[in-house]
């Protein structure tokens, strides 16, 4: 598996304990396969995309958004984690949302409203990075001139602090990220949600399409439906959550191990 973000590489390897819903679900995933199944390669997500092109071994990336486009071209393995939507993000100390930009229930109607009536404002994003079919399709549609794009490794990180710094007005995150970020450096936000946007998105391994990938994936898919089970996989999202978005990300976990005819485990404290 080719790894991009320095600190998940780290916790997959056992070096440090895990820091965020991603590095923890795929470590738990990982302690139900064997050890020789899978092997970690650091490797940017371009470098990755072309080792998928060009190899004829399994050549898999950990917590990918299956999105139609990525789903012509890859495979994807079940649902290793679940994340609470992103939110989009303003600086306290910036006027609030005219109201027009926003709906009877206070979430922004459309992102490409906001740098309509906003000409000047910037939005700080990752270009190689999915943010789901629908809001992929809104960014499509926001003037270039009005985006900030950063890539590279640990991109999650690099974008937050682009926009901590006031390099950006606005930024699109996943409120388990933003979360961790500010534990580590409280300050101030205002937080929209997004009209439309799906309620939570849900991440997997995406591997090429060659015969030792898609044997590879019916060993992950067989871990996975172990990892299901117990409430470890449950502890392994909720732990990085604030209160506040414990009892829905619960209530979408149930949702969708049910749909896979998988009874939740039942949960303790933890």
């Not at 998940?8 to 795929?26: A, F, H, Q, Y």
């Not at 939570?200 to 399409?209: E, L, P, S």
Request: proline letters at 6%; one cysteine or more; a positive charge.
């Amino acid at each position: 598996m080719h790894v991009e973000d320095e600190s998940d590489l780290r916790v997959l390897r056992k070096e440090i304990p895990p820091s965020s819903i991603g590095n923890n679900t795929n470590l738990l995933v990982m302690s139900f396969l064997n050890k020789g199944d899978v092997t970690l390669v650091p490797s940017s997500y371009k470098r990755a995309l072309k080792a998928m092109q060009t190899k004829e071994q399994s050549v898999c990336v950990q917590n990918r958004i299956k999105t139609p486009k990525r789903f012509d071209n890859y495979l994807f393995s079940l649902p290793i984690n679940i994340y609470l939507s992103h939110r989009l993000y303003q600086h306290i100390q910036s006027p609030p949302l005219s109201a027009e930009l926003l709906n009877q229930v206070g979430e922004v109607r459309s992102l490409v409203n906001i740098f309509d009536k906003y000409k000047n404002a910037v939005i700080v994003l990752s270009p190689s990075m999915s943010y789901g079919n629908y809001l992929d399709m809104q960014i499509n549609k926001i003037p270039e001139s009005n985006k900030v794009l950063r890539d590279g490794t640990n991109h999650y990180d690099m974008t937050f602090q682009m926009f901590r710094h006031r390099r950006a007005d606005f930024y699109l995150g996943y409120p388990a990220a933003i979360f961790r970020h500010l534990q580590k450096s409280p300050s101030e936000l205002r937080v929209y949600d997004i009209a439309g946007a799906p309620k939570y998105i849900v991440g997997h391994w995406m591997c090429n399409d060659t015969q030792q990938s898609r044997a590879f994936l019916k060993k992950l898919d067989q871990a996975l439906r172990k990892a299901y089970q117990t409430a470890e996989f449950y502890h392994a999202h909720l732990r990085w959550l604030p209160e506040t978005a414990q009892l829905k990300t619960k209530g979408y976990l149930d949702d969708l191990l049910k749909s896979f005819d998988i009874l939740p485990p039942t949960m303790v404290e933890h």
